[in-house]
Nanobody
Framework: VQLVESGGGLVQAGTSLRLSCRAS????????IGWFRQVPGKEREGVSCISSHDGPTEYADSVKGRFTISKDNAKNTLYLQMNSLKPEDTAVYFC?????????????????WGQGTQVTVSS
């Protein structure tokens, strides 16, 4: 089982990025999956997640209205559309899968993680 993120980069504040997370070796639609981010010296925090079978989604308050999570089951790919980016969105972004069907922004229940992709937003 493997998750591979892509799409990170260096952008200016106010612009957009779309992150992708491609999965292999698991039945994508059966699992809740999510996006998390981490900056050095801080704990990993939940950004957004989507429950199994295209169920309910959740967003951190800090990204509501700016970020949108989606997935393409045919491509086994999870996306995070990030608009109106702010310098405080700078972090390494990870996708992850949990064995629960209902997603949560708590990282500790996620057991499979990608390697992360760096997002840097300049002011």
């Amino acid at each position: 089982v493997q998750l591979v993120e892509s799409g990170g980069g260096l952008v200016q504040a106010g612009t957009s990025l779309r992150l992708s997370c491609r999965a292999s070796g698991l039945i994508w639609d059966n699992d809740a999956i999510g996006w998390f981010r981490q900056v050095p010296g801080k704990e990993r925090e939940g950004v957004s997640c989507i429950s199994s079978h295209d169920g309910p989604t959740e967003y951190a308050d800090s990204v509501k209205g700016r970020f949108t999570i989606s997935k393409d089951n045919a491509k086994n790919t999870l996306y995070l559309q990030m608009n109106s980016l702010k310098p405080e969105d700078t972090a390494v972004y990870f996708c992850a899968r949990t064995y629960y069907a209902t997603c949560t922004l708590t990282p500790y229940v996620y057991n499979i993680w990608g390697q992360g992709t760096q997002v840097t937003v300049s002011s």
